[in-house]
């Protein structure tokens, strides 16, 4: 056998638009190989995603889910809306202050905006959600600060914030952990008795990960209130989604008992839709949903890769193409409502929100040295006791050599600070 | 009190745990009606229902991560790994998850889950069914690490375990299940610190460390040695981390010589660490090097073999000789 042919199919599930661009992997990408066994993985796999919004704005009639988002009016859609916005402003203010070396790292959401307020609207404040690192705007929408965004990212905590204060567990790095987590939550929220639901956010990349199936075998064993939400944003890192799965992700679910549903994740009203049916049917007993978000990530992985390196430019402008802002604005400017009052209003929001987020950037301070100590365990041990009296020793010996004036400045002890770079 | 082996100890204990506390719930592979694989479990689900103690599917990631769930949303999971060696599929989520979501969140969530785990040799079980895993996780911040060694004491420390707001890496010496002891379950958790070590044979001319299965051997070579007119005195670590360094430096100080015994390998193993530690602590008061006894650096040998991979007796004799200097040494080491 070839060495080629052992390579894996590449081809994108999806295509933003039409077909035609799907099977043209830039040199970066290895080809795809013969055809494979079962229904090849491309546009047309799988069912269609549900849209309620089309690209242009229109609003399409499905009879299904039309009655899940029937109490959102204009104004409600407003409101989502400007949420886009203001999520939106602030990944961009979050990737300028990186740029700037204010923070070490930063995983732009731009484009997976509608995916994300669509559900974390959708959610009660006794939802409970487990993310991984990309959920800036679900952790808006929980009423995480935006200080707190951006406070891991410029290293002066490992948590931006309090979990149990926004029904938001602190997110993982580490792919797809945190479905599991989920999973347990929820199950625990079946013992006590109440109608609250974990939500799991992860990316398509994660379901190639174990714990993601384990987490889907135990929710399906335990019929647990959980919804494990996937944006699949077609990338993990350079690898495309096709390098992770042959069929549409969202087809794994069926296979451990769990109804999923691929949603247009570019359609906040249909995201916000089918996640509204999945928390039903969580909090009514119905047990799991995986709910496929499918939608693009514009930007790169983090502020660290290139995408230049392996995006297509001609897809990337097809899916710029299918911005999910620009979809509302198109339907609210049918309805009238796209006003030039209104737009002034969202965007002088979203400016003070972005301001706000830089102010709050610029006043973060590293914490005192010998907190490296805290919270190893509820209790220090005699060890980390030990070590923290020895450090704070060594650290009081450039206090008194600073104060006597024999090591001016006290250096080594500012360093030991930290400091902006 | 109560005569009961080290695994009917573990029961009473857990069956405790959970009469006392309604948040202490049990997940494992096999612990419901089987009653887990060494029993035990025993007559846990039947009494306290299939909802506090959890069969689950057979994923060990997946036991431990939904754990982690289950004390995010308050509950006081008691996991059981079936065998050491299977812990290694949820080795990510005991490292990168349960240790550090404590420190991550900055205080602001606690895990207090028990990991359970029957470790160590000397069953004649096939491959997996023996490793001594415990250095692993005693090198993880945030993980506590313990392990017993008589019945009394499995009781009292997994009661400990189960209460404590940390996790907890519970092993089990799976040859010692079946070793019988009185057991007192009135003992308050507090009057034994779980991170306390213990004297278990007090002597005079030899500090020999062990902890978990080689307690037992450990009180023997105490035996054997004072035949030779040798008194050695036995400290039982308990908790592996933290160690009670402390204790066994008063040993050493009082001593001056120490071997230490464990069935894990020996590279980068706990032995090491408490070697180093006590010489940092100990120079001026130690009449000879720290001498370790261990398994080898091997994978754990085929049941046929492993008694030459297991610490026993003999190899623990030669060591204690080694530290003082006994020319009749089995080993013929010099130093």
Known sequence: MLRSELRPDVTPHTSPASAEHVAAPGDAVPRPTSPAPGPAPGPGAGPAPVQLLAPDGTRRTDPEHDPWVADLDDDRLVALYEDMVVVRRLDFEATALQRQGQLGLWPPLLGQEAAQVGSARALRPDDFVFSSYRENAVAWCRGVSTTDLVRVWKGTAATGWDPRAVGMATPTIIIGAQTLHATGYAIGCAKDGVDSVAVAYFGDGATSEGDVHEAMVFAASYRAPVVFFCQNNQWAISEPVGLQARRPVADRAPGYGIPSVRVDGNDVLAVTAVTRVALDRARTGGGPTFVEAVTYRRGPHTTSDDPTRYVDPAVHEQWVALDPIARVERYLASRGRLTDELTGAVTARADAAAAEMRAGCHGLEPPPPLSVFDHVYTTPTSWLERQRSQYAAYLAMFDEDSADGAAPGGARGTDARGGDR | ?335
């Open chain 2, 1 to 335: 009190m109560t005569a009961l082996t080290l695994r009917g100890a573990l029961n009473a204990a857990l069956r405790r745990a959970l009469e006392d506390d309604p948040k202490v719930v049990l997940l494992g592979e096999d612990i419901g009606t089987l009653g887990g694989v060494f029993r035990v479990t025993d007559g846990l689900q039947r009494d306290f229902g299939a909802d506090r103690v959890m069969d689950t599917p057979l994923a060990e990631a997946g036991i431990v991560g939904t754990a982690v769930g289950l004390a995010y949303r308050g509950y006081r999971p008691v996991v059981e790994i079936q065998f050491d060696g299977f812990v290694f599929p949820a080795f990510d989520q005991l490292v990168t998850q349960v240790a550090r979501l404590h420190h991550r969140t900055g205080g602001a969530i606690r895990m207090p889950i028990t990991v359970r785990i029957p470790y160590g040799g000397g069953i004649g079980a096939v491959e997996h069914h023996s490793e001594s895993p415990e250095a692993y996780f005693a090198h993880t911040p945030g993980l506590r690490v313990v392990t017993c060694a008589d019945p009394q004491d499995a009781h009292t420390l997994l009661r400990q375990a189960i209460a404590c707001d940390d996790p907890v890496i519970f092993f089990e010496p799976k040859r010692r299940y079946w070793v019988k002891g009185e057991v007192d379950d009135v003992i308050d958790a507090s009057t034994a610190p779980m991170d306390a070590a213990r004297v278990v044979v007090p002597g005079t001319d030899v500090t020999l460390v062990a902890y978990g299965p080689l307690v037992m051997t450990a009180r023997d070579v105490a035996l054997a040695a004072a035949d030779d007119g040798i008194s050695v005195e036995v400290v039982d670590l308990r908790s592996l981390s933290p160690i009670d360094l402390a204790t066994v430096e008063a040993s050493v100080r009082r001593t001056g010589r120490l071997v230490i015994t464990h069935e894990a390998q020996q590279h980068g193993g706990l032995g090491a660490e408490i070697a180093a530690s006590i010489t940092e602590r100990c120079f001026y008061h130690l009449e000879a090097p720290p001498v370790r006894v261990t398994g080898f650096d091997v994978p754990y040998p085929a049941a046929k073999l492993e008694e030459h991979f297991l610490p026993d007796l003999d190899r623990i004799l030669d060591a204690v000789d080694r530290v003082l200097g006994r020319e009749h040494s089995l080993s013929g080491w010099r130093g």
